[in-house]
C-alpha cells in the first residue's frame, strides 16, 4: 500500500468530515489526484478530480455543492472536506493517482496508485 | 453519463483456461479506458490502461483490446492468483463510470 487514507469514521446526517491521503514513496507532484468510493449497492464511483497542478477540480453530482477536493504537493497530500453528509455518502473512499503526468481533466488514463480506504459511515 | 456494461457478471473458469470479459460504452470514448483487478478487502489494482497497455508488473497473460465502445480483456492461461473481481472503467469524460464488475470464480 503506497497512499494511505484517513479520517474516516462514523457520523450523522448532516455533519462534516475532512478525509486525508498521504504518500511516503508515491509523488503527486504533477499528477492528477482523484477519489473514489465503493459500496455495496453501487459498486465503484468516481467522487472527484483534482488537475496535477490545482487548478481544475471537477465533482460527481451526488456531491457537488458538498464536497471539496485540494492537494498539497509540499505536504505530498490531498484531501476531501465533506459538509451536509448523508446516509447514502456511506462508503470505502479511496484515493487515487492518475497513471499519466499532467491530466488537466476529463480525458485522462487510469488510477495506477490506490490507498487501502477509509470507511465513513453516515447513520443516525 | 456514459453507462459501462459488463459481461459476463461472473464465470467459472479453471486454472490453465483462456477467458474473455468483455466491456461496452454507452458512447464512444476513444482509447480511454481502463481495466483493474479487485480482490477480497484490497484495493482495485490497474492492469491495463489505455485500453491495450499493460501496466508495469502486470503479467503477459492479461491483454486487452478494443476502441471507441467494445472492449475486451482476456486471460490467455488463468493462474490460481487471478481469481478475483474485474472491474471495466472509462475515463474519457466525467465522471469516470465503471462497470459493474466480473468476478472469476474457480470452476
Known amino acids: 500500500v503506497q497512499l494511505v487514507e484517513s479520517g474516516g469514521v462514523v457520523v450523522q446526517p448532516g455533519e462534516s468530515l475532512r478525509l486525508s491521503c498521504g504518500a511516503s514513496?508515491?509523488?503527486?507532484?504533477?499528477?492528477?489526484l482523484q477519489w473514489v468510493r465503493q459500496t455495496p449497492g453501487k459498486g465503484l464511483e468516481w467522487i472527484s478530480f483534482?488537475?496535477?497542478?490545482?487548478?481544475?477540480?471537477y465533482y460527481g453530482d451526488s456531491v457537488k455543492g458538498r464536497f471539496t477536493i485540494s492537494r498539497d504537493d509540499i505536504k505530498n497530500s490531498l484531501s476531501l472536506q465533506m459538509h451536509n453528509l448523508r446516509p447514502e455518502d456511506t462508503g470505502l473512499y479511496y484515493c487515487?493517482?492518475?497513471?499519466?503526468?499532467?491530466?488537466?481533466?476529463?480525458?485522462?488514463?487510469?488510477?495506477?496508485?490506490w490507498g487501502q480506504g477509509t470507511l465513513v459511515t453516515v447513520s443516525s | 453519463d456514459i453507462q459501462m456494461t459488463q459481461s459476463p457478471s461472473s464465470l467459472s473458469a479453471s486454472v490453465g483456461d483462456r477467458i474473455t470479459i468483455t466491456c461496452r460504452a454507452s458512447?464512444?470514448?476513444?482509447?480511454?479506458f481502463n481495466w483493474y483487478q479487485q480482490k477480497p478487502g484490497k484495493a482495485p489494482k490497474l492492469l491495463i490502461y489505455a485500453a491495450s497497455t499493460l501496466h508495469d508488473g502486470v503479467p503477459s497473460r492479461f491483454s486487452g483490446s478494443g476502441s471507441e465502445t467494445d472492449f475486451t480483456l482476456t486471460i490467455s492461461d488463468v493462474h490460481p492468483d487471478d481469481f478475483a473481481t474485474y472491474y471495466c472503467?472509462?475515463?474519457?469524460?466525467?465522471?469516470?463510470?465503471f462497470g459493474q464488475g466480473t468476478k472469476l470464480e474457480i470452476e
Open positions: 483534482i488537475s496535477w497542478d490545482g487548478v481544475s477540480t
Open positions: 458512447q464512444r470514448i476513444s482509447d480511454y
Open positions: 472503467q472509462q475515463s474519457y469524460t466525467f465522471p469516470h463510470t
Open positions: 487515487v493517482r492518475d497513471v499519466g503526468r499532467y491530466c488537466s481533466g476529463g480525458a485522462c488514463y487510469g488510477y495506477d496508485y
Open positions: 514513496t508515491v509523488t503527486f507532484k504533477d499528477y492528477a
